[in-house]
T-cell receptor, first 113, second 111 residues
Framework: NAGVTQTPKFQVLKTGQSMTLQCAQDMNHEYMSWYRQDPGMGLRLIHYSVGAGITDQGEVPNGYNVSRSTTEDFPLRLLSAAPSQTSVYFC????????????FGPGTRLTVT | DAKTTQPTSMDCAEGRAANLPCNHSTISGNEYVYWYRQIHSQGPQYIIHGLKNNETNEMASLIITEDRKSSTLILPHATLRDTAVYYCIVRGNQAGTALIFGKGTTLSVSS
């Protein structure tokens, strides 16, 4: 199993550009989440999904969109990038039977100039 | 959700046991204690969780006090690779919400 994979690993955007961060898992997990981590801080939840077709907002959802058309994939879209979105983004997944035993991807390091 | 309190940082000598405390005095009866760690620049890693009984796995042991208001994560023989930020999180086991990470404890293991 590859576990949770994220692409790209690094990305530089200009202010106003849009892009999609990809996240995929091969463990057939129902739950998937997106977090961001700023320097010296803990993780903050952006959006999460409890199953295909169902998404909900987390602590810091503004400026981001998500969709969950399949169990495996949970892409995060930045609509119009801003310097405040410079961060490391982590995707995580877990099963319905153990929702808080989450498996995290390696992260995407995003810089917005 | 119950709030947790952890020391900001701790030091441990390599080969010794690392005991990381966590206070969760407002924990409710159906909430579990979860521990994660994050090694520099990597994604967080699940370590262990428990409800009221002590738990042990290949990574660590979790000791929860009888009143459940505090717990201790024990790494029995710390190595340099255990240097990381350790997060104590309290959640119910009901699906539909996600983990809330605080600032955790930075554990530094030195030789």
């Amino acid at each position: 199993n590859a576990g949770v994979t994220q692409t790209p690993k690094f990305q530089v955007l200009k202010t106003g550009q849009s892009m999609t961060l990809q996240c995929a898992q091969d463990m057939n997990h129902e739950y998937m989440s997106w977090y961001r981590q700023d320097p010296g801080m803990g993780l903050r939840l952006i959006h999460y999904s409890v199953g295909a077709g169902i998404t909900d907002q987390g602590e810091v959802p503004n400026g981001y969109n998500v969709s969950r058309s399949t169990t495996e994939d949970f892409p995060l879209r930045l609509l119009s990038a801003a310097p405040s979105q410079t961060s490391v983004y982590f995707c995580a997944s877990s099963s319905h039977s153990a929702p808080y035993e989450q498996y995290f991807g390696p992260g995407t390091r995003l810089t917005v100039t | 959700d119950a709030k947790t309190t952890q020391p900001t940082s701790m030091d441990c000598a390599e080969g010794r046991a690392a005991n990381l405390p966590c206070n969760h005095s407002t924990i409710s009866g159906n909430e579990y204690v979860y521990w994660y760690r994050q090694i520099h620049s990597q994604g967080p890693q699940y370590i262990i969780h428990g409800l009221k009984n002590n738990e042990t796995n290949e990574m660590a042991s979790l000791i929860i006090t009888e009143d459940r208001k505090s717990s201790t994560l024990i790494l029995p023989h710390a190595t340099l690779r255990d240097t990381a930020v350790y997060y104590c999180i309290v959640r119910g086991n009901q699906a539909g919400t996600a983990l809330i990470f605080g600032k955790g404890t930075t554990l530094s293991v030195s030789s």
